[in-house]
């Protein structure tokens, strides 16, 4: 992780000083757009302005990102086209699909809604490179070095709200292309975030009859108490019975979670099996692999080497899991936590895409959600975020006392789990993950190490 880009963007508590304000936003739209220009120049050799798109999700202070933003670009000379309200992965396809130089994403995810973050995506519709986002950070640093545009080398700032139209078109094609077999209810949670614009026109098709919740945004309700991280409400709908899935996307909509019609969760890791032995028997799944992170269940492991798949296993982070996917020709991989990349459709997690594809399986079977994601066996697993500053995260991971805890607590496994350490690429909070066979058992052993780290601080 840079200076100011994680794993996912630029995130922080939004205009809390010191962490991500409109100031901060000006400077990484100037610097982006200094550094895009001389990039996109450089490879293309263009004489024009670059034209860049900005999304956001809702929240409350997703207008003054996307002023100061707009600001800082048009300053660096490039023009700006603005979408409103959109899901990210609209934004990573919208960016090729339309032919922009590269498009800006005013999103946190899943966090809450005082929060806000800023990913950059390059005009193939990909996070940027490492290299791109150090000079982007130099640049940041530097940006009272930038030569400002004068005269008619300003940039333009337009407004196309229509233009998300484009991205809804090429999901519902998707829906409306793959086999449908069955009727389905479905439940949609679209978190207050940005499937609220876009999940109505998607899942109205044929042999759908769907239901929305929480899809009222005002700007502060986002992920509260909905959504893919807080699934209690949707799973007590589903428990009631009268429908046969429910999706629970999260603020951005590049996550999805299921609930089958019982009201149990349906993870990624599930998803992820249940897609990559769906797409083996259709001759779609390149090189008979999937990608994960290290956090994939050991049920994930287990349950591809009985159907002859391959996993690769990567850092914890999406844009780790597709450098792999590009770097060994692989057509899907993600996370637990519900990032699903499929490459023949997205270039990132795309939540409404990966509910699609599920809905293609269960209207083909004659099997509830339930016989079909059941077949992968999760091992019990444990997590536990513990409040650590940015500036700590590194000496709390290097410190011997805890080190030493993280090694009794893998021997005490004996084989049969694992631990892992580490720090969020997003909050300011360290994760502790314990996998093993008795629930209690781990809960009691991630505690053990959460006492250690807190006794630290």
């Known amino acids: 992780m840079g200076k100011y880009f994680g794993t996912d963007g630029v995130r922080g508590t939004a205009n809390k000083e010191n962490e991500l304000t409109a100031a901060l936003a000006y400077k990484i739209g100037l610097a982006a757009s200094d550094v895009l220009s001389e990039n996109i120049n450089n490879i293309n050799n263009i004489n024009r302005k670059p034209k860049i798109i900005i999304g956001k999700d809702t929240r409350i202070s997703g207008d003054m990102f996307e002023a100061a933003i707009a600001a800082g670009i048009c300053a660096g000379g490039c023009d700006v086209v603005v979408a409103g309200i959109v899901p990210t992965p609209a934004i990573a396809y919208l960016v090729k699909e339309c032919g922009f130089d590269a498009g800006i994403m005013i999103s946190a995810s899943h966090n809450h809604a005082y929060d806000n973050g800023i990913k950059i995506f390059n005009s193939q519709g990909f996070k940027l490179s490492d290299e791109l986002e150090e000079k982007i950070e130099y640049a940041i640093d530097n940006y009272k070095d930038i030569k400002l545009k004068t005269g008619e080398h300003i940039g333009t700032v337009k407004t196309n709200a229509g233009i998300i139209e484009k991205y809804i078109n090429h999901v519902s094609e998707i829906n ?8 389905v209810k479905i439940l949609v949670d679209c978190a207050n975030g940005s499937a609220s614009e876009t999940a109505a ?6 042999k759908i ?16 108490k909905c959504g893919s991280t807080h699934l209690d409400g949707i799973k007590k709908r589903m428990k009631m019975g009268g429908f046969d899935i429910g999706f629970a996307f999260d603020g951005d909509a590049d996550r999805c979670l299921a609930i089958d019609e ?34 994939s269940n050991i049920g994930l492991h287990k349950f591809c080497e009985s159907r002859g798949i391959s996993v690769e296993q990567t850092d914890v982070g999406d844009r780790f899991v597709l450098e792999r996917m590009l770097e060994k020709d692989i057509s899907i991989g993600g996370e637990q936590s519900g990032h699903i990349i499929v490459t023949d459709y997205a270039t990132t997690g795309d939540g409404q895409i990966t509910a699609v594809l599920i809905l293609d399986i269960l209207r083909k079977s004659e099997k509830k959600a ?13 997590l536990l975020g513990v409040k650590v500053a940015n500036d700590k995260k590194k000496e709390i991971m290097s410190d011997e006392s805890v080190q030493e805890a993280v090694e009794r607590i893998q021997g ?7 631990v892992l350490l580490r720090p969020s690429g997003t909050e300011p909070l360290i994760r502790i993950m314990i ?23």
């Open 262 to 295: 019982t009201g149990e969760l349906i993870d990624g890791d599930k998803i992820i099996c249940i897609l990559a032995e769906e797409m083996k028997k259709d001759g779609r799944l390149k090189n008979n692999a999937v990608a994960v992170t290290k956090l």
């Open 209 to 224: 009859s769907y239901s929305i919740i929480n899809s009222d945004h005002n700007g502060l309700n986002i992920n509260d």
């Open 412 to 418: 005490l496994l004996d084989g049969n789990g694992r």
């Open 176 to 183: 409306k292309i793959i086999y449908s077999k069955n009727s």
């Open 201 to 206: 026109k998607i899942f109205d098709g044929e």
């Open 435 to 457: 996998e093993g066979e008795n629930h209690d058992t781990i809960t009691g052993y991630a505690k053990e190490i959460e006492k250690v780290i807190l006794e630290k601080l």
């Open 370 to 382: 339930s016989e079909i994601f059941n077949v992968m066996k999760s091992y019990p697993q444990v």
